[in-house]
Each structure stands twice: as structure tokens, then as C-alpha cells.
């Protein structure tokens, strides 16, 4: 049997495979591979996430006009998913890892500094299935969907998202997770 470290340990492995490439080359940042990094933290009644990223701007303008126009990037994220009612058990404490890659589309100001708001989804990966409280997840794969807001300057990106993650009902039950998360990214 599979131990929960040993996944978690695997996803980690295969997220570090990922990411080693840009992050071994010091010429990809800030040279089209990766143009930021972030931290988040997720809360909702049931666990906390804590999440590490890497985002790619895709360097593209459309609808532009007044000052403003839609674009977007691409994000590949690590995440430590702390539950504190496992399988509906108050205080029985599990932690699930989740690797995932999301498509997102930003609003921005063209010097894209200022306010935006932006719309992703993505596909993820989990090291065991979800359960709390009463909601399960019964896949591994896993949709993620976000919307947010935030505000960047020169070398930071601050953000607050709404997060929700399904399996779009491939397989029941598909009860949801949702997140409140909080963003700060540098960018290179």
C-alpha cells in the first residue's frame, strides 16, 4: 500500500521535473519562461491550503482599448491541502498534496500595472482522495476554477481569488471544494 508521504513525496518529485527546467537555467527568468512566483494561502471552514506557483505570461493583447486590454498567462502550482475533520472526524488531521496547470485570462491595464481581474481553469492532480466533514471528491483528477482580483506594481502581484475545484461529475460523488485564497507574487 501506497503511504500518503510516499504520494505526496511523488507529487513533489514530478513538480520539481516540471519546474527544474526554468528554474534550473538562469536565463528563463524574466526571458519568457517564467516571468513570477507566488505564495498563497487558502482557507475555508473545513482545511487550510498553503500553495507555491509559477506563471508565464503569454505576452498577448486582445480587446484592447482605453488603456486596458485582456490577456493572459499560464501557472503550474504545488499545494499542501491541511484537513482537520478527515473522513467526517472532528480533529483527525490529513494532508493532501495537488500538482496542477491552469490557463488564466487577466483584464489589466496595458503597462499592466494597477487593478485587474482575471478567470482561470485548470486540471489537478491529488495525492489521495478528498473527504470532509460531509463532501467528498471521488477522483484524484480534478478540475480547478478560479475568479479574482488584484493589484500589481513594478516587482509585486497581490491578489484574492475565489477558488473552486470538481470533477464536472465525471464520477459521483462530486461535491466541490471552495476556497478563499490570498496571493502575493514576485515578478521578475
Known sequence: MITTK??????AACCAALFAPFASAQSTVGNGYIDSASFEVGTNPQQRMYRIAVQSDWDKRWFAGNGRHLSGYWEGN???????????????NKNIGVIGFTPVFRYQND?????????????????????NEDKELSTAFQFGDHI??????????????????????IKSPNAGANWFIAKAAYRF
Open 78 to 92: 504545488l499545494a499542501l491541502w491541511r484537513l482537520n475533520s478527515y473522513e467526517n472526524v472532528r480533529g483527525q
Open 111 to 131: 503597462n499592466k500595472l494597477g487593478l485587474y481581474g482575471e478567470i482561470g481553469i485548470g486540471v489537478n492532480l491529488f495525492s489521495t482522495l478528498y473527504k
Open 6 to 11: 510516499k504520494k505526496i513525496g511523488a507529487l
Open 148 to 169: 479574482g482580483i488584484g493589484y500589481t506594481t513594478q516587482k509585486w502581484d497581490f491578489g484574492l481569488k475565489y477558488q473552486h475545484y470538481s470533477n464536472a461529475s
